[in-house]
């Protein structure tokens, strides 16, 4: 059974920093794109950024380039999310999630999904 576990987030000032770790388990994802989406209350779910397991591509909403880096460690099955420099409008709950092989930002056509970790910006 798949299982994608997020943890990191919490309240912090903005220009301020926090980095998500989403660990990885029940099966192999080396052929699978592992990314991060975040959710704001009343707005649709949206992509932040991913790579494939190899780390050989990284992909990144226009939003968050500049500011948040993706990256992983395969000996430990998992996927983290440094968020720099955040602001107000960065607050969302953050999921992390996994599609094999090819690279989309719609969410829909996401495979596996962690349970979400609320990341709150103040001004």
């Known amino acids: 059974q798949v299982q994608l576990v997020e943890s990191g987030g919490g309240l912090v000032q903005a220009g301020g920093s926090l980095r998500l770790s989403c660990a990885a388990s029940?099966?192999?994802?080396?052929?699978?794109?592992m990314g991060w989406f975040r959710q704001a209350p009343g707005k649709e779910r949206e992509f932040v950024a991913a790579h494939n397991w190899r780390g050989t591509s990284t992909y990144y909403a226009d939003s968050v380039k500049g500011r948040f880096t993706i990256s992983r460690d395969n000996a430990k099955n998992t996927l983290y999310l440094q968020m720099n420099s955040l602001k107000p409008e960065d607050t969302a709950a953050y999921y992390c999630?996994?599609?094999?092989?090819?690279?989309?930002?719609?969410?829909?056509?996401?495979?596996?999904w962690g349970q979400g970790t609320q990341v709150t910006v103040s001004s």
């Open positions: 029940g099966r192999t994802f080396s052929n699978y794109v």
């Open positions: 999630s996994a599609r094999p092989i090819v690279f989309v930002t719609d969410p829909d056509r996401w495979d596996y």
